[in-house]
């Protein structure tokens, strides 16, 4: 078997929102860092942003061709006739579920950058009103740390990442390094400033990953619209074009392409990882790359299964499972609350090519506030994310000329999308599938994964309050939905290997550094203790900096 021994100082395994962080940091530190990535790499080569769909073979309009080999990943739009190849095939790479617990894991990618490449860019500080939630409502555990530990890496990820907002002075929604917001449309201002006065909430221009001002070579957004698509000006967050690009650019970090983790090698003896082995995904051949340590960033579900199917007879349920905790109290956000609006007599014109802000408005959490008393009907909170949209009027009835002027007729209308915090509960777990193989011959996973009478209660009242903030800023034509029932499908996993003080309750410390094996760390979201109801990206980059810079001390002291 081809072995690079001894080669490196850190092996970091993903190069998405985590280890594209990882890798920078600890290359531009000056270590040897080999960045193992199960995806192709990436490049500005692929950026379709600006083709129209008339170039493409199918127009962009035949779901049911993507779907024959993504028909989970395609659920999601984001997975289309420009992007499907960037996601994996469903086919080669599955996972299962109980029949009676549907679960969609969707945006599963296999490119440079991870989910980075196609994600919705909102980044949102959490506070200590989410690091010490248990405390205040008394249901599961603190975080190992507060919101002072964190803040200057928010600080630090924020400059660099190029994130537009406004200061709003709301202390469950820490202000941030912004740079200016974008302006808002006619309908978002209207619905903005009518919810404020009539219900007194504030209604915010979204927190986004998106630039409104140039820095480190990259370009201002110039509004064309399809991030996912990627952005050849640079002007959205992309691991494979910012942090991937710095650690590369040091000449400490190698890219590893197309190489999937298989498992953590180890010396028992010594109680320590040494490596990585791995499969090529064109060759199919397995390698093993060693490393003094190894950083785990391949997303919280692909994390766990790598930690899983690394059992030695020392841990024999789970490499650094010592507490038996790894693989359960993983959760997701809940998303099926929500409406819709029309706002007539806003606009007057629309074309094809109009330009197309790629940020909206955004509602902070209202519910369970510090100074409230407690609502009744559950625990945690929920934000919304608003976006608005000018569109023809497709819809408009008849035929003929009558058909044809009212299709023309501009449509300004707002979609309201509940985000909200999922209660970690033990049995929804991840576990391998003793019958199932992918086919480079990894064990997969079978995921346990449903919501609970929280959830429920919390979606109801998304719905709920989404009408009522519609109806409040004058809209017409307002459509609210909430499927409590509805298959899970989420795309903020977190808290596989959750971090904790007690080694007996948790995988991981407060640096992510599992608690068994002092060289072996999982900087995505595996470890997070809860999942506030605000995006978790910023968080997962924040830590994983944090936690990097631990990591090169204790290396340092050579207590690694
Ligand atoms: C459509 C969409 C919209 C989103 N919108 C938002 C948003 O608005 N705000 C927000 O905060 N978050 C958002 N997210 C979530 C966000 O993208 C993730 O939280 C973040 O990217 C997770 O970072 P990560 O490093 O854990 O994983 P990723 O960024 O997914 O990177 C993991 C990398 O690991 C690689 N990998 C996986 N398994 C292996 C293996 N066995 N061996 C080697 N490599 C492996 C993958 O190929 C991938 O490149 C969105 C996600 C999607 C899909
Ligand atoms: S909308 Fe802005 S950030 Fe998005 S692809 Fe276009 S220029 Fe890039």
Known sequence: MP???????????????????AAKRLSEAGLKVALLEAGRPQSDKNFSEHTPPFALKYRNQAPEIVRKLRPVQSVFDVCNEYTQNWFVNDFDEPYTTPSDKPFLWMGRLRMTGGRTNVWGRVSLRYSDFDFKAASRDGYGEDWPLAYKDVEPYYDLVEKYVGICGSAEGLEHLPDGQFQPPMPLTCQEAVFANRVKAKLGRPVIPTRSANLTKPINGRGPCHFCGPCERGCITHSYFNAAFTTVADALATGKCTLISNAMAYKVLTDSAKNRATGILYIDRNTRQPHEVHARAVILCAQTQESTRILLNSATPQYSNGLANSSGVLGHYITAHIRSGGGTGEFPGLVTKHTISSPRKPVGIYIPRFRNLKNDPPYKKFLRGYGYEIESGIDFNFEAPGFGEAYKKAVRE?????????????????????????????????????????DAENERAMIQDMGASAGEMLEAAGAKNIKTYAHPSAPRWALHEAGAARMGADPKKSV?????????????????????????????????????????????????????
């Open 3 to 21: 072995t690079q021994s001894n080669l490196y100082d850190v092996i970091v395994v993903g190069s998405g929102a985590s280890g594209g962080w």
């Open 410 to 450: 501009p449509r300004a209308s707002l979609d309201v999308t509940g985000f909200g915090e999922m209660l970690p509960r033990w049995d929804n777990f991840l576990e391998l599938d003793p019958q199932k193989k992918d086919i480079f011959g990894i064990p997969v996973l079978k995921i346990h994964f449903s």
């Open 508 to 560: 991981l410390n407060q640096f992510q550094q599992t608690h068994d094996i002092k060289n072996l760390f999982v900087m995505d979201a595996s470890g997070f203790t809860s999942n506030p109801c605000q995006n978790p990206t910023l968080t997962i980059m924040s830590l994983a900096v944090r936690s990097c810079d631990y990591l090169m001390g204790e290396m340092k002291s050579n207590s690694l």
